[in-house]
């Protein structure tokens, strides 16, 4: 399940060991409306290696500037708490597994 993380619980969460996939929308986004539903189906899927969230850039704002956020969607990929990878844009379900795939 993707859990929405803010700026005071998205720390605690991406320091955490392991894979952890987090994508920047914005409510308004096109694109973020067609991620979602691919990014849903693959926390079912991947839940059990890697962990899911999503940051509203719109009420998150800190975070975005951190992470260099200029385009939504953004999904950062941290392992072990450090970013490991950044992917801009749609993607499709099978682009993004692979993506996150590499890093389990």
Known sequence: MVQILNDNSFNE????????VVDFFA??????KMLAPVFEDLSNEMGD?????KVDIDQSL?????????TVPTMLVFKNGEVVDK???FM?????????????
Not at 13 to 20: A, F, L, R
Not at 49 to 53: E, G, H, L, M, S
Not at 93 to 103: D, G, M, V
């Open 13 to 20: 969460e991406i320091n955490k060991e392991g894979v952890i």
């Open 27 to 32: 409510s308004w986004c096109g694109p973020c």
């Open 49 to 53: 290696n890697a962990n899911f969230f």
């Open 62 to 70: 800190e975070l975005a500037r951190t992470y260099g956020i200029n």
């Open 87 to 89: 992917m801009v844009g």
């Open 92 to 104: 499709p379900k099978e682009s993004l597994r692979s993506k996150i795939s590499e890093q389990l």
